[in-house]
Nanobody, 123 residues
């Protein structure tokens, strides 16, 4: 079975950092794009970042000045999202998802989803 396990969320003050992890199993890691989405209360699910062997690293929200960095460890079948300089508007449940080879910012393009991890940024 395909499984995605997201972890690493928490409560952090504005300006702080978190590293989210997405551990994948049940499929050939290199054959899939792995993305991070987030959903705040009352808002649409939003693409944050994606990584794949086809596209490399893609960012769909502000990643200037090293605010976001996505990376993968193929030996561990794990994708990481390093988030720096966090702002209260980054508060959301963050999900990882897997699709075919190509990255997409649209949630409906993804077949498999993890359970989500809560990120709360206080001001």
């Amino acid at each position: 079975d395909v499984q995605l396990q997201a972890s690493g969320g928490g409560l952090v003050q504005a300006g702080g950092s978190l590293r989210l992890s997405c551990a994948a199993s049940g499929f050939t890691f290199d054959d899939y794009a792995i993305a991070w989405f987030r959903q705040a209360p009352g808002k649409e699910r939003e693409g944050v970042s994606c990584i794949s062997s086809l596209d490399g690293a893609m960012y769909y929200v502000n990643s200037e000045h090293g605010r976001l960095t996505i990376s993968s460890d193929n030996a561990k079948n794990t994708v990481y999202l390093q988030m720096n300089s966090l702002k209260p508007e980054d508060t959301a449940v963050y999900y990882c998802a897997a699709a075919g080879l190509a990255c997409s910012r649209w949630h409906y393009e993804y077949d498999y989803w993890g359970q989500g991890t809560q990120v709360t940024v206080s001001s």
